[in-house]
């Protein structure tokens, strides 16, 4: 006997009596399913594959579907793995990630709502719940399928809002319902991994309009959307998979999912640095060696092992800050932060002090920070001496305008010692050295460069989770990504910042956290106060922070500040009474 496709399917026989029969024929008609039903019956579809029907109903319906490429490179090819996507459409969306998900993970199974029992050749790829019925305890045999295909290893698709988008009143634009917590303790399952899905789209405007009149209509609705995407295109958006450890909730599942949005994605504009010049030869380690021993003893801030932390300044060491300007540019460059030029220099090496790491044993510099001494340059040139003045516009109630600062910049490391502790720790203790010998400076500030290597999308998560604006500094040019509304929502509710690493991680090719050095400011207790373009630095963002230092956490003030921390923390400026 030849199948049909009808909501006949979806109830039990001993129920179809001739009323039923009668009232589910003219309900078929007004849903659109006997046409679907006419569809299925002129292309032979009954007794396909799953894989063979949906590829027939893909090609019957026309539909185009972008970005599968990119899908598929992203899928993990073993291993537990939770796939979740929004659900813009109520249907063809489940049927279109079913089978490009299974073309690399055949043991795909899909969460999906029993309306798709109507395609009985489709059923292998589900497990079925009701979900308009989060309580229902007929959807727990459903939810426990769903935790043991996982554990056991194999891929599962899920649709967590478990229905169709809709105009929500609350957000004044058409969103989906919150996510269901199954989601998150899936990925909790050990060795899991959680692949964030967006698919682009909307439903017709009668649809939502009807949903707006009483919410069960946009079920009824569902076929005759699926009819209505004839030669529609489809976009999927995935992101990397990102460790099941870092889920902590189903609402960071839903922004994971959300990020990846095509609406949401740009890329940066071109470069104004298009052609890199050779690198300046290095400078003889003879003249850099003999510079650094003619400094005074008071400029050697300390030693440590085989490397020794000076500071000083252009006139005193010219070869020593035109090797640091040359493997700024190496460093830089490795960034796509440089300047294009044989070495990294501008006007500001001649008046700021240079902080620098000599390896002894290599004879080589490995390390150095750029730092203005706020009062001796603003009592020299005015606000213009501060390098940071071009990029920002700080007002008189900023801190480097009321009190002795340090402003820190152009730091950098060479790659070896990039991919050890070491390095950083002899840059902050030579700034910790630094500051006990000039007390006056209680605040750094400075900015952390956000490299054009990430993705525009996880500068704009960084700028929304750690920046607090103030009155007191603008940026001249501001980064201008506008942040995505559902990740405000979210944010409005809970802080981002202990979400950037599962956010960061789904963007990021390399999976890549935020800078180092923002970090490391962050423990001491930064406040990012804006995010700026630096023009002059091949318009890399900026991250503008300061930091209170008598205040960072006691533990860092020991390791950076060593003996000098007790009486640093003493120093006062003001006149004792």
């Known amino acids: 006997m030849q199948k049909r496709i009808s909501l006949h399917n979806l109830i039990e026989p001993n129920r179809l009596n001739f009323f039923v029969k009668g009232l589910v024929s003219a309900i078929d008609i007004v849903l659109g399913i006997r046409k679907m039903n006419r569809l299925y019956q002129q292309h032979k579809m009954q007794g396909l594959t799953k894989e063979a029907f949906a590829d027939r109903l893909l090609e019957i319906l026309n539909i185009r579907i972008e970005g599968e490429d990119e899908l598929l490179a992203k899928i993990p090819r073993q291993g537990p793995v939770v796939i979740a996507s929004n659900h813009p459409f109520g249907g063809i969306e489940g049927v279109i990630l079913a089978r490009v998900v299974s073309k ?186 003999a510079e650094l021993n003619a400094l005074p003893a008071e400029q050697h801030l300390l030693a440590h092992k085989q490397y020794d932390i000076y500071f000083g300044f252009q006139a005193q060491m010219p070869n020593v800050v035109m090797e640091i300007a040359r493997l700024r540019e190496l460093v830089f460059r490795e960034h796509n932060e440089g300047s294009g030029e044989p070495i990294d220099t501008d006007g500001f090496d001649a008046t700021y002090t240079h902080l620098l790491v000599f390896d002894r044993e290599n004879n080589e510099i490995v390390g150095a920070y750029r730092m203005g001494q706020t009062d001796r340059l603003i009592a020299e040139s005015g606000i213009d001496g501060l390098y940071l003045h071009r990029m920002f516009d700080f007002k008189p109630g900023f801190i480097n305008r009321t009190e002795p600062c340090l402003e820190m910049g152009r730091s950098f490391l060479v790659p070896r010692m990039q991919r050890s502790h070491v390095g950083l720790f002899l840059l902050w203790r030579g700034i910790g050295a630094f500051v006990c010998k000039h007390p006056q400076y209680r605040t750094l500030y400075g900015t952390v460069s956000i490299s054009k290597l990430y993705d525009p999308r996880s500068v704009q998560l960084i700028q929304q989770a750690y920046v607090t604006p103030t009155e007191h500094v603008t940026a001249r040019l501001p980064f201008t990504k506008l942040p995505h509304p559902e990740i405000t929502d979210f944010a409005d509710g809970m802080k981002l910042q202990p979400q950037i690493k599962a956010l960061l991680a789904s963007l990021e090719h390399d999976s890549k956290d935020i800078p180092i050095l923002m970090k490391q400011y962050h423990k001491l207790g930064a406040k990012f106060h804006c995010l700026g373009i630096d023009g002059s630095f091949n318009h890399t963002p900026g991250l503008l922070l300061s930091v209170d230092l008598p205040a960072a956490p006691e533990k860092l003030l020991k390791l950076y500040l060593s003996d000098g921390a007790a009486d640093y923390l003493a120093y006062s400026s003001r006149p004792l009474k």
């Open 104 to 289: 690399v993970r055949p043991d795909l199974k899909v969460l999906a709502n029993q309306g798709l029992r109507i395609f009985s050749e489709l059923q292998d790829y589900f497990i079925f719940t009701n979900p308009l019925s989060e309580k229902d305890p007929r959807n727990a045999p459903s939810l426990r399928h769903c935790l043991g295909h996982v554990k056991a290893g194999s891929a599962l698709l899920m649709f967590p809002a478990g229905r169709v988008s809709y105009y929500r009143k609350d957000k004044q634009r058409i969103a989906e319902h919150e996510w269901n917590r199954i989601v998150a303790r899936l990925c909790k399952t050990e060795g899991c991994h959680y692949l964030p899905v967006f698919v682009s789209g909307t439903n017709s405007k009668w649809f939502y309009r009807l949903g707006r009149v009483y919410y069960r209509l946009r079920m009824l609705m569902l076929a005759r959307e699926l009819l209505n995407k004839q030669n529609a295109i489809v976009r999927l958006d995935a992101g990397y998979p990102v460790p099941g450890k870092l889920i902590e909730s189903p609402a960071q599942c839903r922004i994971l999912s959300y990020a990846q949005s095509q609406a949401w994605q740009e890329r940066w504009p071109p470069d104004t640095v298009t052609e890199m010049k050779p690198l300046a030869a290095p400078v003889a380690p003879a003249l850099v060696t």
